[in-house]
Nanobody
Framework: QVQLVESGGGLVQAGGSLRLSCAAS????????MAWYRQAPGKQRELVAA???????NYADSVKGRCTISRDNTKNTVYLRMNSLKPEDTAVYYC???????????WGEGTLVTISS
């Protein structure tokens, strides 16, 4: 059974930083592209950042320069470091795993990030 468990969300003042973590189990971590998505109230879920097993990354324009995605294949964990947080970063952040070849997707339950102005 695949599980993705996010942690690290919370309430932060604008300009602050957070590091989200997602611990994966039940899958071959190295064979999955790992990503963070977010969904703000009343909006569609959107990609924040993604990272391949080889370390290639992709970021949404809205977070470029402020966020860093990384992965530790020895710990089956993906991270999202967010700096210079803005109120518009407020959302539920979801961890996503997509099979490199199967494209099967798995989702975590999400962690709430709230940025106060």
């Amino acid at each position: 059974q695949v599980q993705l468990v996010e942690s690290g969300g919370g309430l932060v003042q604008a300009g602050g930083s957070l590091r989200l973590s997602c611990a994966a189990s039940g899958l071959i971590f190295s064979r999955n592209v790992m990503a963070w998505y977010r969904q703000a109230p009343g909006k569609q879920r959107e990609l924040v950042a993604a990272i391949t097993n080889g370390g290639s990354t992709n970021y949404a324009d809205s977070v470029k320069g402020r966020c860093t995605i990384s992965r530790d294949n020895t710990k089956n964990t993906v991270y999202l470091r967010m700096n210079s947080l803005k109120p518009e970063d407020t959302a539920v952040y979801y961890c996503n795993a997509e099979g490199q070849y199967s494209h099967t997707q798995y989702w975590g339950e999400g962690t709430l990030v709230t940025i106060s102005s």
